[in-house]
């Protein structure tokens, strides 16, 4: 694996990186990984409060336990305590690129926010990060036009995370949801016509019956009114 | 009440519901002496308005070499990527991480190896090419992402071919736009005759797809016995990925498209042009011409014969296709919508495309720029739905190649309408020589498909394909026509293209052909038709509550 270093300053998009970084780029023929980390303490953290190993595959074939999606990561979510080294390795199943992407984490340790690997075939690569102690929910997707779209977005929480982030395959909704037909057969207008049937009728009997129902009601009402009052005392 | 007052009332209703029969308001209303005043739609509203160029790399349009690789100047306003041109001329094996860093290629995408026939240029060429797809759906909102806009405000769903990328595809952190790699249409690709190619289709795209390459000799299964004609029943899926092999024996402009549920693929962009450049020695050929157009690293043949080459992709887009991408996101919704709800037979072409734009795109990297006395190559494929009428202003050309065929001395017709059937290829020779006949002399001559709906962008003109063949004099320093501003400061606003704006709005003639604007409600109509139509409802109330009364005593 004849790997090249590059210099932080070659990249474009990560001129604005601060000096102190000290990640980087590493890329071959089979793949790439920026901004790895795997002794630098977040500002907030005084020591690496556990070793996570994890292992993530990517592909299409993971997608099967879902329905309507295409392309997906083996797992969707993954809890870490605050300050804790991932160590990641990312295993890509198909005969296409995909990445590992993760956003939002400091950009002094990472630059533009973003941890990334990506293969450019089936292969693995393996690279650790430190996450800092904040509560926090990441983002992890592969950015390959439509895979995040399609399935490909899972998180990792921090400390129990601060809540989900939308359309992961199986755990939260999309914004947009897309809309699909009901199964409307003459069982289900059957169901609704006997609901509005017995709708009527219940008011037939509300009706001839309002004397017995409205004594009912009272007695009910004082009954809960004495259970509240001796529950107050 | 009695009868006789009864019979009266009703009278009474009778005479006012005729009466409020002259003073119905409408939403429409025929004018008195004075029509209506005209309305000044775009003063002072630039929400819209875009900058006709940005200027974005200044430094990209001068002539230059990188890694050794002679680039030719391109005076547009959006040159090519000087860096991706060296890149695909060396291959993404030839040349230095410093110059790759510089494009979005990804370190595989295009090996060059092997000097088969020493001649001094590489003759085993593997490239790989991904499925884009641009202007998609979100499950996460609202918005489209790795938006590429074909004319100010209009982003239709678009699939392309690219050239295997890395890294980000959007352009940048804060964006839904895509990276300039990945834009329509599917890239020129060029190979040498006789060079050992191998095309690898990596679909990185939700649906099954396949390369066809039509015209270009190939072999109907590779050498291992699979698959080497793109079929539908041979189609790759997502994930997957498949080598076409093709040793071309004859050179000319030919095509390659997905064969996979064509009609709508082809129409979604899935399809390019496929140049075989004759076999010369040490015959270096760019690769890929991303967003086609200009040529800025000539194969030795085509230097040897002309002083510039254009490849032109005519492309077509029915915008109720399009959108079905952008209206679901699962993808057995969109197989659904596409391969059985859409039907192809009762389609339209909305947007008409040169090279991924539409007007006034198409002055930013879809010129062809000429001194006087040139004599320029141009590739044109027709990649619509429909037939393409090609028509220079000022000039006459001469067809020199069709579907990638030399076309025998005595039948290179010289004319100025150029029609191409679908998927057809015309090769011309553009000649700048100012006799009358080739040449009317130095202009911005607008080139323009001649079919009605080709100008247009979904029924706006000046929109669809137009483009410019500008004379070099009569540019600006960023590749724009000159003299042009009033038309840009109209056209290069997506409120033009969302039909908001009079055509004729500015200008001295603003007064009488802009917008015509609104009546003033006539109130006295509203009001005495409202009061009468009130009574109406009165008395019929009042009769109603009478005859009740009596029924109860």
Known sequence: ?233 | MTKRHLVLLILIIIALAAFAAFFVPGSTQKVGIAPPATVYNRSGETAGMEKPCSNEHPDWRPAQIIEGVTIDAAPSCEPDNPYDIATAVKGTNNVSMATLMQTNLAQDALTLTDDLDNDGDPDVIHMRLEVVELNGASPDGEFLINTFDIAPGIQPGLWVYAPKSRGMALKNFNSVVANPLLRAPSPVIRVEQGDKVYITLENTHYLPHTIHLHGVDHPWLTAKGEDNDGMEEHAVFPGKSHTYEIQPRHAGTMLYHCHVQTAQHFMMGLSGMFIVEENQPDNWLQTFNIGAGQVRHPSVAVTKSYSQEYDLHYQSVDKKLAQIIQNVNDPRLIAQRMNRDYNMTESFENYFMLNGHSFPYTLRDGMIIADENEDIKLHIANLQRSSVALHIHGHKATVTALDGVDQPAGLQVTRDVFDIAPAQRTDVRLQTKNDGLHSYGPGLWMFHDHVPTGTTTDGMEPGGNIAILAYKPLLDEQGMPKMHDELFDQVFNKDYYAKKQAVWGVGDFAQLLGQAGLLAPDYLRIIIFGLVTGLIIGLLVFIMLVFKRKQNQ
Not at chain 1, 84 to 91: S, Y
Not at chain 1, 107 to 118: D, I, N, Q, S, V
Not at chain 1, 152 to 165: E, P, W, Y
Request: aromatic content about 6%.
């Open chain 1, 1 to 233: 694996m004849k790997a090249l270093i590059i210099g932080l300053t070659m990249l474009g998009v990560i001129e604005s990186a601060s000096a102190m970084n000290h990640g980087g780029m590493l890329m071959d023929e089979k793949g790439m990984i920026m901004n790895a980390n795997s002794d630098n303490l977040p500002r907030d953290c005084t020591k690496i409060s556990e070793n996570v190993d994890i292992t993530i595959h990517a592909g299409q074939k993971h997608a099967l336990k879902f329905t309507g999606k295409m392309f997906a990561f083996d797992q969707q979510q993954w809890d870490v305590k605050p300050c804790a080294k991932i160590n990641i390795t990312f295993i890509n199943d198909d005969q296409i690129r995909h990445q590992l992407m993760i956003h939002g984490l400091p950009g002094y340790l990472y630059p533009e926010g973003m941890f990334h690997l990506e293969l450019y075939g089936k292969g693995k690569l393996q690279a650790s990060l430190i996450m800092p102690s904040q509560k926090k929910t990441y983002l992890v997707h592969c950015e390959v036009p439509q895979h995040m779209e399609k399935g490909m977005k899972a998180q990792i929480k921090v400390d129990g995370g601060d809540g989900d982030l939308p359309s992961i395959p199986g755990i939260s909704k999309p914004v947009r949801a897309d809309v699909y037909p009901v199964d409307w057969s003459q069982q289900t207008t059957a169901v609704l016509l006997l609901c509005v049937l017995a709708g009527c009728a219940i008011s037939y009997f509300v009706i001839i019956n309002a004397q017995g129902i409205n004594n009912k009601v009272q007695k009910t009402l004082a009954k809960l009114n004495l259970k509240r009052n001796t529950a107050l005392h």
